[in-house]
């Protein structure tokens, strides 16, 4: 770790001479017109700021970095889930809507997805779902009509049962409602997961769904999001009311600097999240004045995916240049450094059918298909390969699932550990400076 420039207070001047302002200004006429009430208030002023600069000194700042979408807002959250205070009501019902709006995201995209894939005679051949029956059957083609006309080319004409779902006749017992905090898109998007619910179902539901879905690295869709799709009539019951792993699993962007302390074992602990976006990372310098340790998130499933914001560009190609300025930044000359390569469950399942040596950037990968311990080892690789120099512990390397908890808490464990024994050491060395 690093140790700032320090240098020792000057002694005390014993003599007539005039000094400097502040407390020390205040200390000195105390000293010499011996008054015991001023000298006393001296003496407080001077161990307040004593305490407030020793309580700094012991802060550790950690730093959450990376791309887009790699998982750093997980690790945030499980920072809280694990050290932090309990989700209110108002946090709930924000994710609730987040949650519902989300769905509605990844079902345009789907929708979409299968259109472009030539799918739509394939999806007519599909019956309804077997049990289904009543006024809310029908078949996986007619769900995907009414889906492309109201969310994705808003053809749909505006009917008497459509302004019936509208605001004034919005189910009172609803527990998750509407939140100011989500913003107007969200809840506009909440609005419509509950109208077309049943429609979302039974078109996740259908055998061409499952493969618009094994081909959905082309079109962004959250990978973590199927778990929202396979609840499906959970989230959308009165009662709902996101668990902890649903909101682990929910997809806000980043747009702001956010800072939590937390307290752990008597250690005082500030941790910063960013947006990954390349539109946000204009805002990342303001954070790294006085960083202990940074912690970089990449995510190992994105091999075969492209940037949101800059389609022709592979996700796992801009972490490896992020991490390269991040690393070579003087900025960290003296932080450590540790790499999260996340997402390995879903790395775990993407591999069977996308092949990382047919992505144009990874053509060099000539390790067995399908085998995860290659594939992680052939990303670490090409991580550590972005160093000037050659010193990255392999100890500073963790493979993750951020939605895991068990996992996240074994990490952040071992991190926590790395961080404290680095900060030691680099007491030790401006200690030893300083003779």
């Keep these: 770790m690093g140790c700032g420039a320090s240098t020792d207070a000057p002694p005390a001047s014993s003599g007539q001479s005039g000094g400097g302002g502040g407390g020390g200004a205040y200390a000195e006429t105390a000293h010499q017109t011996n008054d015991p009430e001023k000298t006393?208030?001296?003496?407080?002023?001077?161990?307040e700021l004593d305490r407030a600069r020793q309580q700094e000194e012991g802060k550790v700042k950690l730093l959450l970095l990376g791309a887009g979408e790699s998982g750093k807002s997980t690790i945030f959250k499980q920072m809280r889930i694990l050290h932090g205070s309990p989700r209110s009501d108002d946090d709930?019902?924000?994710?609730?809507?987040?949650?519902?709006?989300?769905?509605i995201v990844a079902i345009r995209k789907l929708c979409t997805h299968l259109r472009n894939l030539g799918l739509e005679d394939s999806l007519a051949q599909e019956p309804a779902p077997d049990g289904e029956d009543g006024p809310e059957s029908m078949t996986p083609r007619q769900a995907y009509d009414e889906l492309i006309a109201h969310l994705v080319d808003n053809t749909a004409s505006v009917s008497e049962d459509m302004l019936q779902n509208g605001d004034s006749n919005a189910n009172p017992r609803d527990w998750v409602g509407q939140?100011?905090?989500?913003?107007?898109?969200?809840?506009?998007?909440?609005?419509?997961?509950?109208?077309?619910?049943?429609?979302?179902?039974?078109?996740?539901?259908?055998?061409?769904?499952?493969?618009?879905?094994?081909?959905?690295?082309?079109?962004?869709?959250?990978d973590g999001h199927k778990e929202y799709f396979q609840d499906i009539q959970r989230i959308a019951s009165p009662s709902f009311k996101p668990t902890t792993q649903d909101i682990l699993l929910a997809r806000v962007r980043t747009t702001q600097v956010v800072m939590e302390r937390y307290r752990i074992d008597g250690i005082d602990f500030e941790m910063?999240?960013?947006?990954?976006?390349?539109?946000?990372?204009?805002?990342w310098i303001d954070c790294f004045d006085h960083v202990d340790a940074v912690i970089f998130v990449a995510a190992l499933s994105e091999y075969?995916?492209?940037l949101a914001e800059a389609k022709r560009t592979n996700r796992m190609v801009e972490a490896l240049e992020l991490f390269r300025s991040v690393c070579n930044n003087r900025a960290f000359a003296n932080t450590s450094i540790m790499l999260f390569l996340n997402k390995k469950d879903i790395f775990a399942e993407k591999i069977l059918y996308s092949d990382i040596a047919a992505q144009r950037p990874f053509y060099d990968y000539a390790g067995p298909p399908k085998d995860f311990d290659h594939g992680v080892l052939y990303f670490i690789q090409k991580f550590k390969d972005c160093l000037i120099d050659d010193e990255f512990n392999d100890s500073f390397i963790h493979v993750t699932c951020a939605t895991d908890?068990?996992?996240?808490?074994?990490?952040l464990d071992s991190t926590r550990t790395i961080i404290m024994t680095d900060n030691l050491q680099g007491y030790d060395l401006c200690f030893v400076g300083a003779f």
């Design 272 to 283: 910063y999240d960013v947006g990954g976006q390349r539109s946000e990372r204009r805002k």
């Design 405 to 411: 908890t068990n996992n996240m808490e074994f990490v």
């Design 304 to 306: 075969d995916q492209t």
């Design 40 to 47: 006393a208030i001296s003496s407080g002023i001077d161990r």
């Design 92 to 103: 709930l019902r924000m994710y609730g809507v987040v949650i519902r709006s989300n769905v």
């Design 179 to 222: 939140s100011p905090r989500a913003g107007l898109a969200a809840n506009n998007d909440a609005k419509q997961f509950l109208q077309h619910v049943n429609a979302i179902r039974i078109l996740w539901q259908s055998k061409t769904m499952k493969e618009v879905w094994s081909k959905r690295a082309a079109v962004n869709v959250i």
